[in-house]
C-alpha cells in the first residue's frame, strides 16, 4: 500500500522513466543494443564457430564458456531495452518496469577473457558488451534505484584522508 506522501515520488520517477523512454538517449542505446545482439550472434554462429575449431581444447572450452556469458549478459541488456521500448510504447506502466525482476545486476570482476589464444573477434566482442553492459547498468540504477553513482576510490586521497583524522585526534 502506498501513502500519499509517495505519490508524487512515484509520479515524478514514471515521469522520469516515460521521459527516458522516449528520449534520444533510449534510441541510440536500444540500436546500439540491438546492432550488438545481431553481430554477436551472426559472429558465433558463423566466423567464431570456424575459429574456435581451430582452436586446442583448452581455449576451445575457454572459448565456450566466454561465449556462454558474453550472450547471457547480452540477453540481459536487450531484456532491458525491450521493457524501457514496452514503457515507450504503452505496452507496460513504468511502475511495473520498476519490478526487481527488470534490474540489470551487476557483471562479474572476473571479466577478463579466461585464455589468451581466444581469437581476438570475440575478445573485442566482450569489450564492446561489457561497455554497453556497464552504461545500462548505470542507466537502470539513476531511473529505478537512485543508487548514488560511485566514484572509484582514490587510494592516495583515502589514506591522505585517514591520515588527516589521525592527526586530529
Not at 64 to 85: D, F, G, H, N, Y
Not at 141 to 159: G, H, I, K, T
Request: net charge negative.
Amino acid at each position: 500500500m502506498t501513502t500519499d506522501a509517495a505519490l508524487p515520488d512515484m509520479r515524478s520517477r514514471a515521469a522520469e522513466i516515460r521521459d527516458f523512454a522516449r528520449s534520444e538517449l533510449f534510441d541510440r542505446t536500444f540500436a546500439e543494443g540491438m546492432e550488438l545482439v545481431e553481430d554477436i550472434a551472426a559472429y558465433l554462429d558463423g566466423d567464431g564457430r570456424r575459429e574456435s575449431k581451430l582452436l586446442s581444447r583448452a581455449a576451445a572450452l575457454a572459448y565456450a564458456a566466454e561465449s556462454m556469458k558474453l550472450t547471457t549478459r547480452l540477453m540481459q541488456v536487450a531484456s532491458w531495452l525491450l521493457v524501457q521500448r514496452a514503457v515507450r510504447e504503452g505496452d507496460m506502466e513504468p511502475d511495473a518496469a520498476c519490478d526487481p525482476r527488470y534490474r540489470l545486476t551487476p557483471r562479474s570482476t572476473d571479466a577478463e577473457p579466461s585464455h589468451a589464444d581466444l581469437p581476438i573477434a570475440l575478445v573485442e566482442y566482450v569489450v564492446r558488451a561489457e561497455k554497453l553492459h556497464d552504461r545500462v547498468l548505470y542507466l537502470d540504477r539513476r531511473m529505478y534505484l537512485d543508487a548514488p553513482v560511485e566514484e572509484p576510490v582514490n587510494p592516495v586521497l583515502s589514506q591522505h584522508g585517514m591520515l588527516e583524522a589521525a592527526f586530529r585526534l
